[in-house]
């Protein structure tokens, strides 16, 4: 294998796990909170659909972006209802919000199915883009590209380095006793929960305005779900979800480039590798000892009320 197949094999890594990237991003934040969202496939599916409509509608892919992130943001303000305001069970919320806006985006997207766009192009940075292996690797992708390597950098030291990830800590892990300190505990997952929606829509527009730019029903492929067990793989880790998302990747495209190879492994056996690996993970976080080996906040899928103490 030379180093160009190899350049060119990182490069549809990184491409292949930008998507996983936003959404996790997202995910973690929501989780850092106490609240676990599993609608994280139907809000990110919404997402790809209004943004192409958008886009298709408009001509502008920036515009594209921006519908997703409305509709990211509205999809996970259903869901914050529902759960912080009326006690419904997380999960089962989050599951039907999946159903749903899986369902949703099918019908309004069945008037462009199969249509095509012109989505954001790649961008090589000057200089950057001409370093020996790793320019062509990180330095000539798309815009989108760029943003979920600042947005990384960017919750990393929000979370790590300042008061508000102190507090996203603090009602995580404790959420009565940040209620007595003053925090608005509600409020604060309230925002948890809509940037987690954002970022869903940003994953979404991704990969309907640059992945494959076109719309098709289920074109996310279960990238939610991935996306979930990614955050588990991290330890609720913002460092550590960018390489996850890589890795995932390149997981994913494994069976194309073995294929390529000539390998007489079954493409089909290959294919499912990512996604044995979140089965995987959800059986593990299902069980207590791990979570707490894993680093998992402690209130995470644990309803908070007021008006109740601990």
């Not at 990184?14 to 909170?33: H, N, Y």
Request: hydrophobic share 55%; charged share 10%.
């Amino acid at each position: 294998m030379d180093s160009d197949l190899i350049v060119q094999i990182l490069f549809a890594a990184v491409k292949t796990g930008t998507p996983l990237l936003f959404i996790a991003l997202g995910e973690v934040i929501c989780e850092k909170s106490g609240v676990l969202n599993l609608g994280q496939e139907g809000m990110m599916l919404m997402g790809a659909v209004v943004g192409f409509l958008a886009a298709y509608g408009t001509g502008s892919a920036g515009l594209g972006v921006l519908a997703a992130m409305l509709m990211g943001c509205v999809m996970s303000l259903i869901f914050a209802v529902l759960v912080l305001h009326l006690g419904a069970n997380q999960v089962a919320t989050g599951l039907a919000l999946t159903i749903f806006g899986t369902g949703l985006s099918a019908f309004i997207g069945s008037g462009v199915v199969g249509q095509t766009i012109q989505g954001f192009q790649p961008i090589a940075i000057p200089l950057l883009s001409d370093i020996p292996f790793i320019g062509k690797i990180l330095f000539s992708h798309d815009i989108l590209v760029y943003s979920s390597f600042a947005m990384t950098f960017a919750l990393m030291f929000v979370v790590n380095k300042t008061r508000i990830g102190l507090t996203l800590k603090a009602v995580g892990e404790n959420p009565h006793a940040a209620n007595a300190i003053g925090i608005k505990v509600l409020r604060v997952r309230y925002l948890a929960v809509m940037f987690g929606g954002v970022m869903a829509g940003i994953s979404g527009a991704y990969m309907s305005l640059v992945y494959t730019p076109m719309w098709v029903e289920n074109m996310t492929a279960g990238r939610g779900w991935i996306a979930l067990a990614l955050v588990v793989f991290a330890s609720w880790r913002v460092g550590r979800i960018m390489l996850g998302a890589y890795l995932f990747g390149l997981a994913s495209i494994m069976h194309l480039v073995l294929q390529g190879l000539g390998w007489s492994i079954s493409p089909n056996l290959l294919a499912m590798l990512p996604y044995v690996a979140t089965v995987v993970v959800m059986v593990i976080i299902s069980a207590d000892k791990f979570k707490e080996k894993l680093l998992a906040p402690r209130a995470l899928g644990k309803p908070f009320d007021p008006r109740q103490m601990a």
